[in-house]
């Protein structure tokens, strides 16, 4: 079957290879571009080289100096207020959010292409690359591999079967004083039979609307601290118990779990003017900073 | 994502698109056949069919410099034809650093297409994402693979192939690139040794009675690890080789396993899985030298005292090592190892020649292009 999928697809490329040289893309815009059929803007609660404390396990507070925090999203989907999901291509719409590249307010945009017209009710996506897409096809996977192999291949463990790292937050211990002034680190992916992958679903406060003539932004706020500190009835966890420190596999399961806790709605932008990808693209190279500064810790 | 894969030929009619002199186009064929003595393939055959000119490709950037930081090696570096595509005579490798060398000892490119899993330790599950440890690994290639795809695409000869294989505009790109060694790798099967040939009941298969003496203690012997027509039960086992004390990082299949991608050796230390390694394959093992993960052993004969429950080197007994390597003798007392006569060696060493497949390491379309 999927066999077959393959060649059909094969046939189609080449197809379109020999028959249209002319560069009209099938997405049919009136401005010849790729329409931005709506904005997730992730609003971060810290940025990088904001303090912030966070308790350790022997219940001492711990202030910290963020250095890193991103993550791999994967698998978009919206649902239509009649209850249809949309899947969007992992080639299209799998993004990497790094703080690193927010703009003054904390915020990192992500744009999603090819959303059919209608009304929607909710968004989801996976925090990280699930099993089942690491290990399947390989064509699926072209952007996925690009965003984890960039800044030296910062969200890959390339030994391990699962290649991607999902997310990393690292911060600088402040407090000198204590005994185990250990910074923070803590990098999620499937490891050795745990597995960090986490699917997020987000309920719009009123229905979204797609349409050609708007790019409607999703306004959605990410609480660091609260993937250590979870509202209700998430389990906490202290800073230090997972990674370098004597982790244990609950602690990383209860983080991971927490991932679908830091993420929540705070409003919509249903109107906004039409942009184009191509524009925000260009607009996002500008802003991008060149230096990968080397973490590799293994 | 395993597929009994059949028989694939792809009759491919390479357009004579050649302005480059450079890529003299050999007149070959790739087919990937099953051999008839072997396992199902684990090749993800769906997702990445092996084709001749994708192999061709795969081909020139296993032999191509420039997946390396300065474009110092290429994957032949550490992997040579001549010694069943391993790093002739080196215990550990030379990566891009001069002085700089790794932990393992590099592992023979044969017969991938039916592995399930990945080097010494099992890292990969997928021959297609295998080839990211050696290129971005500081002490192999230490390149990073978005270098490498900008470097490709700075070569139109690499464009067009790129286009030609994966049938799109703009084809240069890590997962492709991935793909086109995959199929190279896949194709390298060696299956024409004498004892191939001997349980084929073909030409050339003649085994005297030493090596047929050999055969059956193999079986006997050495068969229940290094089992089937791949000479291995791909399991990770602790077979008594003790820690290297040069070597204190490693912690063979523990570091895969555990959770924890910072643990410490010492952590790692505590789980059962620590200093297990995969069961080797012992096709061309005469050519593959030296031996074992760290490649310790220079000599067959080495192998086979270390083995031996009484001759140096011992085997170290682990709280994992394998059971199958301790036995009771008659008066109840433990003995570890596997008890040969030095008779009994002889005859082993010689059904271990047999496995020498000389069609494979002369195979032409494996070599270097020109």
């Known amino acids: 079957m999927k066999n077959l999928r393959k060649w059909a697809f094969l046939a189609l490329t080449t197809t379109a290879l020999i028959s249209c040289n002319n560069d009209d893309d099938s997405m049919g815009n009136e401005n010849e571009g790729t329409h931005v059929s709506a904005v997730l803007k992730f609003e971060h609660s810290l940025g990088l080289g904001d303090e912030f404390t966070l308790t350790d396990s022997e219940d001492n507070q711990q202030n910290l100096e963020l250095t890193k925090f991103k993550f791999i999203v994967s698998d978009v989907k919206v649902t239509t207020t009649n209850d249809e999901v949309v899947a969007l291509s992992n080639n299209d719409a799998a993004e990497l959010i790094d703080l690193a590249n927010a703009d003054e307010t904390d915020v990192v945009?992500?744009?999603?292409?090819?959303?059919?017209?209608?009304?929607?009710?909710?968004?989801?996506?996976?925090?990280?690359?699930s099993q089942e897409v690491a290990s399947g096809s390989t064509e699926n996977q072209i952007k996925l591999m690009e965003l984890a192999e960039q800044d030296s291949e910062d969200m890959v463990w390339s030994w391990n079967p699962n290649s991607y790292i999902f997310s990393k937050i690292e911060?600088?211990?402040?407090?000198?004083?204590?005994?185990?002034?250990?910074?923070?680190?803590?990098?999620?992916?499937?490891?050795?039979?745990?597995?960090?992958?986490?699917?997020?679903?987000?309920?719009?406060?009123?229905?979204?609307?797609?349409?050609?003539?708007i790019s409607p932004s999703i306004h959605t706020n990410v609480s660091i601290e609260k993937l250590f500190t979870p509202d209700a009835p998430g389990i906490e966890v202290a800073y230090d118990a997972i990674g370098a420190h004597g982790g244990t596999d609950d602690a990383s399961i209860n983080f991971s779990d927490n991932y679908a806790n830091i993420f929540e709605i705070e409003h919509l932008h249903p109107n906004e003017a039409a942009i184009n990808l191509e524009d925000v693209e260009m607009d996002n190279h500008a802003h991008d900073d060149e230096d990968s500064e080397d973490s590799h810790s293994h | 994502?395993?597929?009994?894969?059949?028989?694939?030929?792809?009759?491919?009619?390479?357009?004579?698109?050649?302005?480059?002199?450079?890529?003299?186009?050999?007149?070959?064929?790739?087919?990937?056949?099953?051999?008839?003595?072997?396992?199902?393939?684990?090749?993800?055959?769906?997702?990445?069919?092996?084709?001749?000119?994708?192999?061709?490709?795969?081909?020139?950037?296993?032999?191509?410099?420039?997946?390396?930081?300065?474009?110092?090696?290429?994957?032949?570096?550490?992997?040579?034809?001549?010694?069943?595509?391993?790093?002739?005579?080196?215990?550990?490798?030379?990566?891009?650093?001069?002085?700089?060398?790794?932990?393992?000892?590099?592992?023979?490119?044969?017969?991938?297409?039916f592995l399930e899993d990945f080097t010494w330790d099992g890292a990969k599950e997928m021959l297609f994402d295998q080839p990211l440890i050696p290129i971005t690994?500081?002490?192999?290639?230490?390149?990073?693979?978005?270098?490498?795809?900008?470097?490709?695409?700075?070569?139109?000869?690499?464009?067009?192939?790129?286009?030609?294989?994966?049938?799109?505009?703009?084809?240069?790109?890590?997962?492709?690139?991935?793909?086109?060694?995959?199929?190279?790798?896949?194709?390298?099967?060696?299956?024409?040794?004498?004892?191939?040939?001997?349980?084929?009941?073909?030409?050339?298969?003649?085994?005297?009675?030493?090596?047929?003496?050999?055969?059956?203690?193999?079986?006997?012997?050495?068969?229940?690890?290094?089992?089937?027509?791949?000479?291995?039960?791909?399991?990770?086992?602790?077979?008594?080789?003790?820690?290297?004390?040069?070597?204190?990082?490693?912690?063979?299949?523990?570091?895969?396993?555990?959770p924890n991608p910072f643990a410490t050796v010492e952590e790692l230390k505590t789980r059962d899985d620590y200093y297990q390694f995969r069961v080797p394959s012992l096709r061309n093992v005469i050519k593959?030298?030296?031996?074992?993960?760290?490649?310790?052993?220079?000599?067959?004969?080495?192998?086979?005292?270390?083995?031996?429950?009484?001759?140096?080197?011992?085997?170290?007994?682990?709280?994992?090592?394998?059971?199958?390597?301790?036995?009771?003798?008659?008066?109840?007392?433990?003995?570890?190892?596997?008890?040969?006569?030095?008779?009994?060696?002889?005859?082993?060493?010689?059904?271990?020649?047999?496995?020498?497949?000389?069609?494979?390491?002369?195979?032409?379309?494996?070599?270097?292009?020109?």
């Open chain 2, 1 to 113: 994502m395993k597929y009994n894969t059949i028989l694939f030929v792809f009759l491919l009619v390479m357009v004579s698109c050649g302005q480059d002199e450079e890529e003299v186009y050999t007149d070959f064929e790739i087919s990937f056949e099953q051999p008839a003595n072997f396992p199902a393939t684990t090749y993800d055959f769906e997702d990445n069919p092996i084709t001749t000119d994708g192999f061709i490709l795969g081909r020139k950037l296993f032999y191509d410099n420039r997946l390396s930081l300065n474009n110092g090696i290429s994957c032949a570096e550490c992997h040579n034809q001549s010694h069943a595509f391993t790093h002739h005579g080196h215990d550990l490798s030379e990566g891009v650093h001069a002085g700089v060398v790794g932990t393992r000892n590099s592992q023979p490119i044969q017969n991938l297409a």
């Open chain 2, 137 to 258: 690994e500081e002490v192999e290639m230490d390149e990073t693979m978005e270098n490498v795809i900008a470097k490709l695409k700075e070569d139109s000869v690499y464009q067009e192939l790129f286009t030609a294989v994966f049938q799109s505009e703009d084809a240069i790109n890590s997962v492709n690139l991935l793909n086109a060694l995959s199929q190279f790798m896949g194709a390298m099967v060696s299956s024409n040794s004498k004892y191939d040939k001997y349980v084929r009941g073909e030409v050339g298969g003649s085994f005297t009675d030493l090596e047929k003496e050999g055969l059956a203690l193999f079986q006997q012997k050495c068969a229940n690890c290094h089992s089937g027509e791949l000479f291995t039960n791909q399991e990770f086992i602790n077979n008594g080789i003790g820690e290297n004390s040069s070597l204190p990082d490693e912690t063979g299949r523990a570091r895969i396993n555990s």
């Open chain 1, 171 to 213: 911060a600088t211990n402040l407090d000198v004083t204590t005994t185990a002034p250990t910074n923070l680190q803590i990098h999620v992916g499937n490891k050795g039979g745990v597995d960090g992958f986490r699917t997020v679903e987000l309920i719009f406060p009123e229905t979204l609307t797609i349409a050609s003539k």
């Open chain 2, 288 to 370: 593959t030298y030296p031996y074992m993960h760290d490649g310790r052993f220079v000599m067959l004969s080495k192998v086979l005292d270390f083995y031996d429950d009484d001759t140096y080197p011992l085997i170290t007994k682990m709280d994992n090592l394998d059971s199958r390597l301790i036995q009771t003798n008659s008066n109840g007392e433990e003995i570890l190892g596997i008890p040969m006569t030095e008779g009994e060696k002889v005859a082993i060493l010689a059904f271990l020649e047999t496995l020498t497949d000389n069609e494979f390491i002369n195979d032409e379309r494996f070599a270097k292009p020109n």
């Open chain 1, 109 to 129: 945009r992500m744009y999603l292409t090819g959303i059919p017209e209608g009304s929607y009710k909710s968004i989801s996506f996976g925090v990280g690359v």
